[in-house]
């Protein structure tokens, strides 16, 4: 049997991080995690090569945490470029200084992926709890534009923020971004104690993609939700100018995620081990009766539906940090069951 395929692999090289973003989705921040943080200062070269020899692929993401600040990272995007992979960086944007913007790119970093979240400093600055925080991200899409880079924004769509998307489209549009993604709040991490201040209704998430909408037409950018929208609630087909998508793990579409301390998990979002890369190849994580139980649980109430295999309830890792069970309501879902706009089952 050949290597699995993969269309990328995330990598979290950090886990700490320098903002106390109010609506984080990394599991470690959650206010009942009693774990420790691993490290972000040990060589992981030897660990990347160890991953990237057990599979065909040709891009990883590097993420956090914070991934600048990690000291080696220009290191491990010139280690990377070397073997002929592409290179994404979600940043907050915080210390990508016209130097290290220069120096990144340099060295391979093909996309950057940084968050903003308003058009509005005191917005921006309130949701990453991080005082200076737009004027960074500004800063740096400034100087990635600059020097012939490339870079998408990304949306986190709250109760706080969504008045403000369309300038905040029309601003991403002004500094040249390749495209946005605008997400859905998905809680977990520390966002599941903000569920009630920032989980959007499906009203306001239905008047936030009507929005979008209009955008991608009048600014012609590119405009993914890539943290699923359950069609029963949400009629995606209204809105042919905005990309979607489901839950991808199990699939060559799945974003498998790796820690410095070598485990592997199904996605970014949920807490499951699938098993440790020094101890258990990856064919055999993904081939696992663990990572089918992950892929095939859905919501009770969602067991009739004719697109539950599609779209599995939304995001079934949001249910698994927030309420301890994957096969639970995710919140979207379970604060919204009775909007249902189209009947499928």
């Known amino acids: 049997m050949g290597k699995p395929i993969l269309s990328t692999i995330i990598f979290e090289v950090a886990q700490a991080c320098d903002h106390t973003c109010l609506y984080c989705y990394n599991y470690w921040n959650h206010p009942s995690w009693q774990g420790q943080r691993l490290s972000h200062s040990a060589d992981v070269r030897p660990l990347l090569a160890h991953v990237l020899d057990q599979v065909e692929c040709r891009h990883v993401t590097l993420t956090g945490g914070e991934p600048t600040l990690r000291a080696d990272l220009p290191e491990l995007v010139s280690f990377l470029a070397a073997r002929e992979v592409s290179v994404t960086l979600i940043s907050n944007g915080h210390h990508l200084t016209t130097p290290a913007i220069s120096d990144l790119l340099q060295r391979g970093v093909r996309l950057f992926e940084l968050p903003l979240l308003s058009f509005r400093r005191e917005v921006h600055d309130q949701l990453s709890d991080a005082p200076g925080a737009f004027d960074a991200v500004l800063s740096a899409l400034a100087e990635i534009r600059y020097q012939r880079g490339q870079a998408v924004t990304v949306f986190i769509a709250t109760r706080r923020n969504l008045p403000d998307l369309y300038d905040t489209l029309k601003l991403a549009f002004a500094f040249g971004v390749s495209g946005v993604m605008l997400n859905r709040f998905n809680p977990g991490g520390r966002g599941a104690a903000h569920l009630d201040e920032l989980l959007p209704s499906v009203a306001e998430m239905r008047a936030a993609l009507d929005v979008a909408e209009n955008a991608a037409q009048e600014f012609q950018i590119p405009i993914a939700c890539s943290i699923p929208i359950q069609p029963c609630l949400i009629d995606t087909s209204r809105y042919p100018h905005l990309g979607f998508g489901f839950c991808a793990a199990g699939s060559q ?63 079934k890792a949001s249910a698994q940090v927030c309420y301890g069970d994957l096969s639970a309501p995710e919140p979207f879902l379970q604060r919204n069951q009775s909007y249902q706009e189209i009947r499928l089952k």
């Open 253 to 315: 579409r799945a974003y498998y995620t790796l820690d410095t301390a070598g485990n592997v998990r199904p996605c970014n979002h949920t807490p499951t081990i699938l098993g440790n890369v020094w101890h258990t190849v990856l064919a055999d994580m993904i081939a696992s009766p663990q990572l089918s139980e992950f892929t095939r649980t859905i919501p009770a109430v969602c067991a009739a539906c004719r697109l539950s295999q599609e779209c599995q309830g939304g995001c």
